[in-house]
């Protein structure tokens, strides 16, 4: 069984849409959680980050973590052809520096 | 830009070549990474340097071969690789502090051996 699963999609949504993207895990010391978006030809940059269970939102983006499913969620409103990209969720535990990664969701927003 | 510099970004090698890849951290940060990204498949970590200590080596080959000469600068030395090791190789540092932190990404370099 993976660390980490994760959909790889592709997802295709048109504009204006929610995208909802997720994660579950396996690991119960996980306690640090991320989204990291990746356009082509690009590094992985940090989209959200989110420590423990609960919700966190920044501006179109909100992350949610159920940490008693081990599950989590990305959640992209009014989506923009500006948010066709890879997401990534990643993972880690307490005083710990080592992320472990989804295989990452390719979506696709349609103008 | 993220205060995370790799290069060169593309490079093509044979098999019998040596080469090597540089990443250079802007960032202040006492961690770097090395990673491997493959078509479909999650990123798998290579190398953790720790405050200029290897920490962490997966089951790494030996024709891969890391250097960390300061906290800012991560080296990885290429020697007789296999097509198989084509992919993206990502650098990424962080600071580790005793709560966990985000990492940042390079541009990555996207290698391709024939």
């Known amino acids: 069984q993976k660390e980490v699963e994760q959909d790889p999609g592709p997802l295709s949504v048109p504009e204006g849409a929610i995208v909802s993207l997720n994660c579950t895990y396996s690991?119960?010391?996980?306690?640090?959680f991320m989204w990291y978006r990746q356009y082509s030809r690009k590094g992985p940059e940090l989209l959200m980050y989110?420590?423990?269970?609960g919700n966190k939102e920044d501006g179109r983006f909100t992350a949610q973590v159920d940490k008693s499913s081990k599950y989590i969620s990305l959640f992209i409103r009014d989506s923009q052809p500006s948010d066709s990209a890879t997401y990534l969720c990643?993972?880690?535990?307490?005083?710990?520096?080592?992320?472990?990664f989804g295989a990452g969701t390719t979506v696709t927003v349609r103008a | 830009e993220t205060g995370v510099t790799q290069t060169p970004r593309h490079l093509v090698m044979g098999m019998t070549n040596k080469k090597s890849l540089k990443c250079e951290q802007h960032?202040?940060?006492?961690?770097m990474y090395w990673y491997k990204q493959s078509a479909k498949k999650p990123l798998e970590l290579m190398f953790v340097?720790?405050?200029?200590?290897?920490?962490e080596n997966n089951s790494v080959p030996s024709r891969f071969s890391p250097e960390c000469p300061n906290s800012s600068h991560l080296f990885l030395h290429l020697h007789t690789l296999q097509p198989e090791d084509s992919a993206l190789y990502l650098c990424?540092?962080?600071?580790?502090?005793?709560?966990?932190?985000?990492?940042?990404f390079g541009q990555g370099t996207r290698l391709t051996v024939v």
């Open positions: 690991n119960s010391a996980f306690q640090y």
């Open positions: 989110t420590y423990s269970s």
């Open positions: 990643a993972m880690s535990r307490s005083n710990d520096y080592k992320l472990s």
């Open positions: 990424a540092s962080t600071e580790v502090r005793g709560l966990n932190t985000e990492a940042f």
């Open positions: 340097y720790n405050f200029k200590e290897q920490t």
């Open positions: 960032l202040g940060h006492n961690a």
